[in-house]
C-alpha cells in the first residue's frame, strides 16, 4: 500500500474517521474530512458502494465515486456476520468519527446505533445521515438529492417563465448536505476536547435542501403565502450571447455599472435616471438587454472577460474540464494527481481551503508544494482490508479465516 502522510498542520490531522455511507453527501462528507487531515477508513458491504455501478465514460471505474472517495482507505464487511460485526466493533472502539446513512430503525439492527457504540467508546462522534429524518411520517421513506430539490421548491423556483419545474443538475443536495456533515463533525469533535464525550449528530437531506434556501425561506407577518421569493436580480445580470461563446455578466452595484457601460460604449446609460439602480434595470430589462447583447457581438466571451478585467465581475462560459488548466486553479493548488488500483493515475479536486501552520510562513503559490505529490485515489473494493485487520489485532492465521470465509473482503 502506498504510503501517505498527513501534514501535521491539518486541523484533523490524528483523527478516525469511519464512513459507513453510500453514493454521495455521506462519503464526500467523509471525503472532505479527510482533506482536513482525518485518516478515513469506507467500510462497503459486499456488495459495495451502489456508486461504483453508475455510468461512467470512465471503463474503470466511476468517475463519480473517485471524485467522492479520495483519500480513504477501504475494507468490506458482512456486518450481518458476527465474526464481520465484531471487526466493525474493534474499529469504532478506536475511531473518533463514524458516519453512515442507514434509514431510521436500520442501525438498531446491526447493533450499531449510537447508545450501542457510544457505550463501546464513550468518545465517539456519530453521525447519520438521513433522507428527512428521524422522526415524522417520512422518516423510513428514501430521499435522494433530485427527490428533496422536488419536494422543497427548489426545481420550481428554477423554472423559466411559463415552463415546467427543472432540476437543478450535480448533486447539490448532496453536497451540501456533504458540508453540513464535515461541519457538524467538526463542531462536535471541538465539543468533545471540552466534555471528553462524544454526541451524537443527524443531518437530513431535507435539512440540507432547506438550508440552502434561508433566502426564500421567510414568510411576515400578514404576507399571503404565495408570494415571489426569486433572489434573482435580473436585468442584465445572468449569461448573454458574444460573437463568440458566452459570457454571464454581474454589475449590479453603480460602480460596476458605469464601468460596463464604459467598456460597451454606451455612456449615455451609466448615468440615466432610468437604469440607475438594479430594480430600475431589471424593470427596463426588455430595453437595455438588447443593446448590451449588441455591444457584446463585437467580441468573443474570453476578449470582453480579458479587457473587463478587475473593473465588472465577469466569467466565460466555460466547461468543467477547462479548470484542469486554468491558471487561477493551478494557482491556488486546487488539482493535484492521484493514484488508484483500479482507474491509474488521474488528476482531481485537492484542497479547497488552506490551512498554513502558525509556526511557519504561508507557502506561495496557493499550496502548490502540497498538491505536488500523489495522493491517495479511491479504494477498490477492500482493497486495504487486510491492512487494516493487521492494525486492529487481528493475526495472519485469523485473517486469512476471515477472508476466506467471506466475512472481509
Known sequence: MMEHDTPPHLPLAGIKVLDLSAY??????????????AEVIKVEPPEGDNLRKYPSTLAAESRAFLGINRNKQGICLNLKDAAGYEVLVRLAREA??????????????????????????????YCAMTGYGAAGPMARHAGYDQVLQSMTGMCAAQAKADGPPEVLYGSVVDYYGASLISNSVSAALYRREKTGRGQAIEVSLLGSALAMQSARLVWADGEPRHIERDMRSGGITGIHPTREGHLYLSANTPHFWRALCGHLDLPELADHPDYD????????AAVLVPMVRQALARASAREWAERFGQSVPCAEVMRVEDMFDHPQVLAMGHLRPYRS???????GLAQWARFDAGDCEPSSGGGQDVAAAPGRGAPALGEHS???????????????QLLQSAVVQ
Open 96 to 125: 473518533d468519527v463514524l458516519v453512515h446513512n442507514f434509514r431510521p430503525g436500520v442501525p438498531e439492527r446491526l447493533k450499531i446505533d449510537f447508545a450501542t457504540l457510544s457505550a463501546i467508546n464513550p468518545r465517539l462522534v
Open 24 to 37: 454521495i453527501a455521506g462519503p464526500y462528507g467523509c471525503a472532505l474530512l479527510g482533506d482536513m487531515g
Open 277 to 284: 439602480t438594479v430594480k430600475k434595470r431589471a424593470a427596463q
Open 386 to 400: 487486510r491492512e487494516i485487520l493487521s492494525t486492529l489485532g487481528y493475526t495472519e492465521d485469523e485473517i486469512a
Open 341 to 347: 488500483t483500479q482507474a491509474g493515475g488521474y488528476l
